[in-house]
Structure formats: C-alpha cells, structure tokens
T-cell receptor
Framework: EPEVTQTPSHQVTQMGQEVILRCVPI?????FYWYRQILGQKVEFLVS????????KSEIFDDQFSVERPDGSNFTLKIRSTKLEDSAMYFC??????????FGSGTRLTVV | QQPVQSPQAVILREGEDAVINCSSS?????VHWYRQKHGEAPVFLMI?????EQKGHEKISASFNEKKQQSSLYLTASQLSYSGTYFC????????????FGKGTTLSVSS
C-alpha cells in the first residue's frame, strides 16, 4: 500500500535555529498538507498545497513558516527561528480528490 | 470553523457499541473520520460526501445529516483494536479544501 514518508522521525533543535521537515507524498496524489499536533491535543491545520502553490493556510502559518516542492517528489516545511512553542509532532498528508488523507508517520520536533 | 465532537471519552467492554458525533455550524462538503493510536499517525476510516456517497472501510459505518451538518460514527461489537482517539475532519465548500479536525474522542475498550 502506498505510503507518505517523512524524515526525520525526530528532530531536536535549539531555539532560534531553522529546521526543515521533509515529506514524500504518494506519487499520484494532487493535494499536500502539513498539520501539527501538540502532545495530547487536536490535529491543527497549517497549510495546503496544490498545483505547486499554497492553496490555503491557517493563522498559525505565519512568516516563520514556508513550504516548497523543490522537485517532483519532495514536499518540505521550513520553520525559521524556532520557538519553544513550536515543539510538536508535524504530520504531512496527501490526498486525491474526494478521498481520505494518507498521513505520514510524523516528525517529532523538540525545541530546547 | 472547528467541528464539535461528543463525547470526549468513551469506555467500553469488548462487544459493546458506541456512537461518536461530530457537528458543524457551517455547511459542509464532506466529513472524514480518522483513528489515531498513541504515538502514531491518524489513519483514514471513512469519508461521507454531500449527496450521500460514502467511501471507507467495510466494518465501520457512519451517517451524515446534511440538514443538520452532523455526522455520527458507529462502532459496533467493539474489539480491543478499536481503542484510540477518533477525530472527525470537516471539509467545507468543495473538494480539496483542507480538513479542520475536531478535538477528538478517546475510546478505550477493555476485555
């Protein structure tokens, strides 16, 4: 069964540093998403990406965040100048039209 | 607009049934249901589309009341493997808009 692959599985970074989280969506999917989940809480939407551009973003997705699709397969989330409150599990997901999302196994980001 | 899920938590014995509800104050294009086990990613269970179409796993059933913008997930004859947190996600307006998830319902099934 096709999978969404995320790397790294765990990232520890110092406050103020930049991190890049990587995702390889399912190849024939058209829509890509980043969500985050602070421990024990709900899954929060960050940004969606379609046709090589951002289609929606939430209030959380401010100038500190950016997304790119640098080649035909990878989809990255960059967090600049990380803060303690950015510590969370970050999930990438992809979907085709009118079907469920396939989530990756996540990157646990710890900002110290 | 975040959907509202109820109840927050359910405790069951194996073989018992449960219903989890999800409601929205806005018109929806679709409702999705996911299950997340501790330390893992959410896993897709079912999608209910405006107009009545459903797609998902055979052993899970759900309903979508378009007039009330409410969906219910029915878990029958529960098994230990059903334990986890269930999230509904709502998609507004049209296909491809991002899902907004509710706060989740934690289901614990014991033997």
């Amino acid at each position: 069964e096709p999978e969404v692959t995320q790397t790294p599985s765990h990232q520890v970074t110092q406050m103020g540093q930049e991190v890049i989280l990587r995702c390889v969506p399912i190849s024939n999917h058209l829509y890509f998403y980043w969500y985050r989940q602070i421990l024990g809480q709900k899954v929060e939407f960050l940004v969606s990406f379609y046709n090589n551009e951002i289609s929606e973003k939430s209030e959380i997705f401010d100038d500190q965040f950016s997304v790119e699709r640098p080649d035909g397969s990878n989809f990255t989330l960059k967090i600049r100048s990380t803060k303690l409150e950015d510590s969370a599990m970050y999930f990438c997901a992809s979907s085709s039209t009118s079907y469920g999302y396939t989530f990756g196994s996540g990157t646990r980001l710890t900002v110290v | 607009q975040q959907p509202v899920q109820s109840p927050q938590a359910v405790i069951l014995r194996e073989g018992e049934d449960a219903v989890i509800n999800c409601s929205s104050s806005k018109a929806l294009y679709s409702v999705h249901w996911y299950r997340q086990k501790h330390g893992e990613a959410p896993v897709f269970l079912m999608i209910l589309l405006k107009g009545g179409e459903q797609k998902g796993h055979e052993k899970i059933s759900a309903s979508f009341n378009e007039k009330k913008q409410q969906s219910s997930l029915y878990l029958t004859a529960s098994q230990l493997s059903y334990s986890g947190t269930y999230f509904c996600g709502t998609e507004m307006d049209q296909a491809g808009t991002a899902l907004i998830f509710g706060k989740g319902t934690t289901l614990s099934v014991s033997s």
